[in-house]
């Protein structure tokens, strides 16, 4: 009997050996696929790009604004919507992940607009929703899906987790080989012993 339950929790403990290993890069890396797919869905990355802000059925814009630019910043966030302006935030770029990043959620009512903005000399750093209220655009509470975006902005941002996924996408699959290659090893010592 007590040779079954050595047998039984061996072949759990040497199942959970192969497996949790790859399981762990596989959920990784589905992770860092479903960060791409949201921003791919709603990252502005151009000059000008449109959604309905206000609501009336037509299409307004949110643009970079390069004249006068705040203290510290190069250029303003703007959201226009019919002849009007709703929104004006300050917006920074230094590289092409080093900004302020912006997307545009079009599925939601109101329409949201999600900032990220965490260029270290900026304080505080800003994770900002904000959406129409009839009159302008206010901040907004964030939601599970604004949340979501934001982390997925913040994955391709050197100021916030890129460097992290730069590393486990370089070194994931040679540590995992590595992994099993000693796993393999061990498994024929302990076989030649028994």
């Given at each position: 009997m007590k040779t079954a339950k050595n047998t039984v929790a061996f072949k759990i403990g040497l199942t959970l050996l192969i497996f949790v290993p790859?399981?762990?890069?596989?959920?990784?890396?589905?992770?860092?696929?479903?960060?791409?797919?949201?921003l791919e869905k709603y990252e502005c990355n151009r000059d000008v790009c449109g959604a309905d802000f206000n609501g009336d059925g037509v299409p307004g814009t949110l643009s970079i604004d390069r004249a006068s630019p705040a203290p510290n910043f190069d250029s303003w966030l703007v959201v226009t919507d019919s002849g009007k302006e709703l929104l004006r935030e300050p917006r920074r770029s230094i590289d092409n992940s080093l900004k302020t990043h912006a997307a545009i959620n079009s599925e939601s009512r109101p329409v949201r607009l999600i900032i990220y903005d965490h260029i270290f000399d900026h304080k505080p750093p800003r994770s900002a929703v904000f959406a129409y209220d009839g009159k302008v655009m206010v901040q907004q509470s964030l939601s599970e899906n604004d949340q979501e975006v934001l982390a997925a902005m913040g994955a391709v941002d050197e100021t916030g987790t890129y460097e992290r996924w730069v590393l486990f996408q370089l070194l994931a699959v040679p540590a995992l080989v590595c992994y099993y290659a000693l796993f393999i090893v061990a498994w024929r010592i302990l076989v030649k012993r028994s």
């Open positions: 790859a399981l762990v890069v596989l959920c990784f890396e589905y992770r860092i696929h479903r960060y791409h797919a949201l």
